[in-house]
């Protein structure tokens, strides 16, 4: 199983606004378009599914790793919004395939806490710009301390490999 933890784009100032509505900017949107077109160049091509945090700027940002790399989703995982239970998400893991190919999108610091559970079972966790991607790849079922880090690519490094 291929898992790709991926980082919301930016998103509105918080004022005034409940921290669950705030959407991504257009300049969050062009952003994660870019660093989408980069993530292609890497060779990433098409994954199964996408499920997101249901926060809207997470809701959105599936929407466009959906869209870009022809997935199904994004469907709603709790366990990916804000402080939730990395478990849960390895729960939902573990039903899919082991050929899958998953976007997971959520909020810092916790997908990058989530890579490094899943990686190494403890740590701070890996630092994840908006719209930065880790890859993860798993040989069997998905279980913590057993994943593959492959690689954590900057948004920067992924827009410009989209040049």
Known sequence: M????VRHGIAEDGAGKPD???ALTSEGEKKTKRALRGLRKLGVR?????FSSPLV?????GKLVARALGADGPRVERGLAPGGDPRAVL????????????GLVGHQPDPGRLATWLA???????PLG??????IDFAEKPEAAQGDLVWLLTPEVLRRLAR
Do not use: C, F, N
């Not at 291929?2 to 933890?5: A, C, D, G, P, R």
């Not at 729960?91 to 998953?102: D, F, G, N």
């Open 46 to 50: 098409r994954l199964d599914l996408v």
């Open 2 to 5: 291929e898992v790709y933890l």
């Open 57 to 61: 700027r997470a809701w959105e940002t």
């Open 20 to 22: 669950e509505d705030r």
């Open 120 to 126: 190494v079972g403890s740590g701070r966790g890996l």
């Open 91 to 102: 729960e939902r893991l573990s039903e899919e395939t082991p050929e899958a190919r998953v």
């Open 130 to 135: 908006k719209a930065g991607v880790a890859r």
